[in-house]
């Protein structure tokens, strides 16, 4: 549930800084490197699907945003969260 409030948080703050837009995007598989890819039945157990937060507008927009999501991200992905981002 951290994980959820996390991206909904990076969603709004991103809101605040008025983007031409911005979507965020569940996987609905995952698998790392050097591991079978899971049968289906197991991925309805996963809490940790893979996420994607896309930003769209200028070049100059985005970047200006990016410190603001470095530290949002850090602040969520320490190791004392015991977060796996």
């Given at each position: 549930m951290a994980r959820e409030a996390s991206v909904s948080a990076?969603?709004?703050r991103?809101?605040?800084?008025?983007?031409?837009g911005?979507?965020?995007v569940r996987g609905n598989r995952k698998t790392r490197s050097k591991q079978p890819?899971?049968?289906p039945g197991i991925l309805r157990?996963?809490?940790?699907?893979p996420?994607?937060?896309?930003?769209?507008d200028s070049e100059k927009?985005?970047?200006?945003?990016?410190p603001i999501l470095d530290e949002m991200i850090a602040e969520v992905s320490s190791p004392s969260r015991g977060s796996t981002w």
């Open positions: 990076i969603v709004h991103v809101r605040e800084e008025g983007p031409a911005a979507t965020v890819f899971p049968p157990l996963s809490e940790d699907w996420l994607v937060i896309e930003v769209v927009k985005v970047n200006a945003m990016l």
